[in-house]
Every structure is written in structure tokens, then in C-alpha cells.
């Protein structure tokens, strides 16, 4: 999305393929994955959603000056392929299972990042895997600190940002992957909004709403539980 948008001005023509019906949906959800998209559409941007490319694809994709594959997104698919034959212990979409050390199923072996699916404990120890950088800078301290015996637990509210036209995307918390997040109070151009779960909020997500959702995140780090009451 931020390739689309940089190149926006400058390519003849963009597209972007993605399984989903809208971008960002898994990690942020429909309603910010639906606005980001009108606002790349305003700029001329294609989409094709729900689709896929394969070899003699029947998109008419080739001829565009410049072409954007959104399904491919790094960390989309856990990595781990080269663990076959290993006894890793991997969930069904291949992620590498750790604990709140970062540590995998066999003593002294720590996995990180986009590549693993962890306790989290704002969905009270669901095991998710989160595409965030925040995060994996995050796994990668506790799974190093871990590795040195100091015996350090997790502790994190996951953090998205980015920026697109100018206006700034965030999103702290999570859903889990089961869910796909709602809001309720999603508009355009400034918003704000909040998942629940069992009656609490569990993420923030905004556009141009700052510094919102860093306010949320804190609240969250610091065990603080927001009620979906007190969040409206
Ligand atoms: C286009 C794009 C935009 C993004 N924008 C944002 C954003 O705005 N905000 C945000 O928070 N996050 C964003 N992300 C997600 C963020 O980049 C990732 O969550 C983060 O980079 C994960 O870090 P990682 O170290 O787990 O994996 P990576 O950064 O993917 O690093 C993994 C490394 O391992 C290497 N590797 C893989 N397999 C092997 C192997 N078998 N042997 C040796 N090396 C191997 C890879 O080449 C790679 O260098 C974005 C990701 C993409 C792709």
C-alpha cells in the first residue's frame, strides 16, 4: 500500500492484487483497510480484490507501467519451510509456536518476528502471530535477553504506524486472528475507533486522529482495562 501510494504520482498506471476483499484486512480490519483504499483509488490506483495471480493469470496486468502485488506481503506466510523434518512445533499456517521467553518447544531455541505465533496477552494468552515491526523488534530483545538467562517475559501492546498522503494510520492492540475487528466509529477523514472483546477494548485503530491511539497503547502496557462503555 505505501509502494502504491509512493509511486501514485509518478508510475502511468498501478495495481495492486490481493486476496482479501480489502487491504490491510486481517491486520487492521475492513473499515481502515476500506478507507486507505479509497484514498488510493482517488489517486488512480486499481485494485483487484479477492484475486489472486498464478502463471497466464487472466488479469490484464502486464501491460501497466507499473504493477504493485500486494498478496506477497513479506510475513504473510510464515517463513519456516526450511524447518520441515524438524520437530519445531509449527501451527497450520506454519508459524513457529513460542512462549513468553520466545522460546520454541525444544529448550534453547528462540524464534522472532513476522515468522512466529505468541501468547498475547491482551486476548488472554491466545497464541497469534502479529505482522508489526514494533513487534518483532520486541521478540527479538526478550528472545536475546532470554538467550542470556534473564529469564525475561513478553510484555507489549502491538503498535502499527505508517503514513499515506499524510494522513496517519495507527493501530495498537490486537483482534486475534480469528476475528476480523469492526468499529463502530470508523468515518473518513478523522477517526477513531475500538475492537472489543468480552466487553473490554482489546486494539485502537485511527487516521489522522493523534496521539489517540499511542494514549490507548499505553493505557493497555500499563494493565489498564478499557470498557467498551468508557471507550464510547
Ligand atoms: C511492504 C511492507 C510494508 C510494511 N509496513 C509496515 C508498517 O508500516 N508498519 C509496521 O509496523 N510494519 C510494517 N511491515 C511489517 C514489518 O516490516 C515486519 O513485521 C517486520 O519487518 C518483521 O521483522 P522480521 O525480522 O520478523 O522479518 P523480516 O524483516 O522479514 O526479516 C526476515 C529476514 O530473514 C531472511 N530470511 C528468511 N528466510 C531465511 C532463511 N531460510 N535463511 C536466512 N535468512 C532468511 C529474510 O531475507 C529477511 O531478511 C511492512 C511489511 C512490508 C512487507
Known amino acids: 500500500m505505501e509502494i502504491a501510494a509512493f509511486l501514485s504520482d509518478k508510475a502511468g498506471a498501478i495495481s495492486v492484487v490481493e486476496r482479501q476483499e480489502f487491504p490491510y484486512q486481517k491486520a487492521l480490519g475492513p473499515q481502515v483497510g476500506?478507507?486507505?483504499m479509497k484514498m488510493l483509488q482517488n489517486k488512480g490506483v486499481k485494485f483487484h480484490m479477492k484475486?489472486?495471480?498464478r502463471q497466464g493469470s487472466s488479469l490484464p496486468l502486464w501491460s501497466f507501467a507499473a504493477l504493485v502485488?500486494?498478496?506477497l506481503l513479506a510475513g504473510t506466510f510464515p517463513n519456516s519451510?526450511?524447518?520441515k523434518g524438524t520437530s519445531i512445533a509449527r501451527d497450520a499456517s506454519g508459524a513457529i509456536l513460542v512462549d513468553l521467553h520466545m522460546q520454541t518447544n525444544i529448550p534453547n531455541v528462540f524464534a522472532a518476528g513476522d515468522v512466529v505465533s505468541f501468547p498475547v496477552a491482551?486476548?488472554?494468552g491466545e497464541q497469534c502471530s502479529i505482522h508489526h515491526q514494533q513487534v518483532a523488534e520486541v521478540h527479538g530483545?526478550?528472545?536475546?535477553l532470554n538467550m542470556l538467562k534473564k529469564e525475561k517475559e513478553l510484555h507489549t501492546v502491538p503498535f502499527f504506524w505508517t503514513t499515506m498522503f499524510g494522513k496517519s494510520i495507527?493501530?495498537?492492540g490486537c483482534h486475534?486472528?480469528?476475528?476480523?475487528?469492526?468499529y463502530a466509529r470508523w468515518r473518513d477523514p478523522h477517526s477513531s475507533a475500538f475492537p472489543f472483546r468480552d466487553g473490554v477494548v482489546t486494539a485502537a485503530a485511527s487516521l489522522s486522529c493523534d496521539p489517540m491511539v499511542a494514549l490507548i497503547a499505553e493505557a493497555l502496557y500499563s494493565g489498564k482495562q478499557i470498557s467498551k462503555e468508557e471507550a464510547e
Open 34 to 36: 476500506g478507507v486507505t
Open 51 to 53: 484475486a489472486e495471480l
Open 69 to 71: 502485488l500486494a498478496p
Open 81 to 83: 519451510a526450511f524447518l
Open 122 to 124: 491482551l486476548l488472554n
Open 141 to 144: 530483545h526478550t528472545a536475546a
Open 170 to 172: 495507527r493501530y495498537a
Open 176 to 182: 486475534g486472528d480469528a476475528a476480523v475487528p469492526s
